[in-house]
């Protein structure tokens, strides 16, 4: 159901964790095209907490654009989770990183939860007890094997580490970063990823690769 609402929607910072931020240049083609053509697409809401549509939500409640909204029904926190997740990978195209990092965030919470109604194979009722098992069953939803959740998972718990700059970064899609490059960025302290991470923007280093491993090699060597 489709409709017109006014007064405040919530957003929920866990719900909108799990969503890809937009680029800048991505960012700001949504609010050209807000401002000239409106709103066309309905923001899909949880009783008042937006799921699908946040960066919509706030450029419209700024400028005064009017919106739709489309209503769902779950019965938990989880379910929802499972769906930002699912339609996130199914329709944005997404880095390495970001996929990875989506299907980790599903395995997080799949992994000591049953699956969501939309995802149980027909005629299955509850996920079966093996652990192994659980995780194919996860793979076989983004069509990957139980090895490659398995290393999602790891990047992901590596990007959960990451203070907000470095995790914005890691997510935005602005930089082609290798899964290992991420999980070295997350053993640095917030302050030490900060300042590579600004060493990198001015070019004052090479790569961020690079410049991991020179300061992974000054820490080995007792230097600061």
Known sequence: MSNEVTGELLIDDEFKSLIPPLRPSELAALEQSLTEHGCLHALTVWGRTVIDGHNRYVICRRLGIPFQIVRLSFDSREEVKWWIISNQSARRNLSLVQSAYLRGAYWHTAKDSRLPKFNRK??????????SHRMQVV????GVS???????YILYQAIEKLGPVAKAYTLSGEACLRKQCVIDLSA???????????AVEFGSVGTLTTAISALKGRAVNGQR
Do not use: C, N
């Not at 302290?189 to 600004?198: D, I, N, Y």
């Open 139 to 142: 793979g076989d939803t983004f």
């Open 122 to 131: 027909a005629g299955e009722t509850a996920l079966p007890d093996k652990f």
């Open 188 to 198: 640095l302290s917030e302050p030490a990823q900060v300042s590579l991470l600004r």
């Open 146 to 152: 139980a090895s490659t959740i398995r290393g999602d």
